[in-house]
Each structure stands twice: as C-alpha cells, then as structure tokens.
C-alpha cells in the first residue's frame, strides 16, 4: 500500500519561494501518477499540478502556471513542488496525491486519485 508523505510547508513572505517534497514508500513509486492540490479555509479542494509516471509531462492550473514548478525523482520515491512568486492567495494547506490511472480529462478531479498524503500548511504573509 503506497502511502505519501509531505513536508516542506511554512510561512514565506509574499515573492519568496518554497519547495514540498512529496515522499513515497510501501509500493514502486513509477507505477503512480502524483498530483499536487491545496484548499484554503473555506474553499474547495483544488488541483494545481500533476505529473505522469515517468515524469516527462508535468500540467499546470492556469492560477500557477509560470510560478510553480513540478518534478519527480523516481530513484528517491520524491516529487517536489518548487513554489516561486508566492502570493497570499496561495496560502493553503497542499497535498500530493497519487493514482495508478488519470483520465486525461480530469487530471484536476481530486477523484481520479487513489492515495493521498496528510497535508502541509503554506502560509504566505508579510
């Protein structure tokens, strides 16, 4: 059973940066296609990034696309999420997630996802 681990979280001003480390372990890691997603208090889960199995083609939301940055290192069971630029509308608590499966066409829906981890809190304020 792959289970998912993020860290990486803090408080960060307004244009810093931070970057999450999703790690794995309990099942081969290449089999998973990892999604990165974050919900604010009050709002709704949203996806903001995913990766495929072998890492060749990462997607982004448009609400992060030019800032965010995601990566994965199979050898280490990691994915990262490189946050630049941040604002506060991106303070949030971030999950990673992974599925076996995506429908190409919902590579947002929380609900392609199999496995999650427990979260991380992104705080960005000055």
């Known amino acids: 059973q792959l289970q998912l681990v993020e860290s990486g979280g803090g408080l960060v001003l307004p244009g810093g940066s931070l970057r999450l480390p999703c790690t794995a372990s309990?099942?081969?890691?290449?089999?998973?296609?990892i999604g990165w997603f974050r919900q604010a208090p009050g709002k709704e889960r949203e996806g903001i990034s995913c990766?495929?199995?072998?890492?060749?083609?990462?997607v982004y939301a448009d609400s992060v696309k030019g800032r965010f940055t995601i990566s994965r290192d199979n050898a280490k069971n990691t994915v990262f999420l490189q946050m630049n630029s941040l604002k506060p509308e991106d303070t949030a608590v971030y999950y990673c997630?992974?599925?076996?499966?995506?429908?190409?066409?919902?590579?947002?829906?929380?609900?392609?996802?199999?496995?999650w981890g427990q979260g991380t809190q992104v705080t960005v304020s000055s």
């Open positions: 997630a992974a599925a076996t499966w995506v429908d190409s066409r919902a590579l947002f829906s929380q609900y392609e996802y199999e496995v």
């Open positions: 309990g099942s081969p890691f290449e089999n998973y296609h």
């Open positions: 990766i495929t199995k072998s890492g060749t083609v990462p």
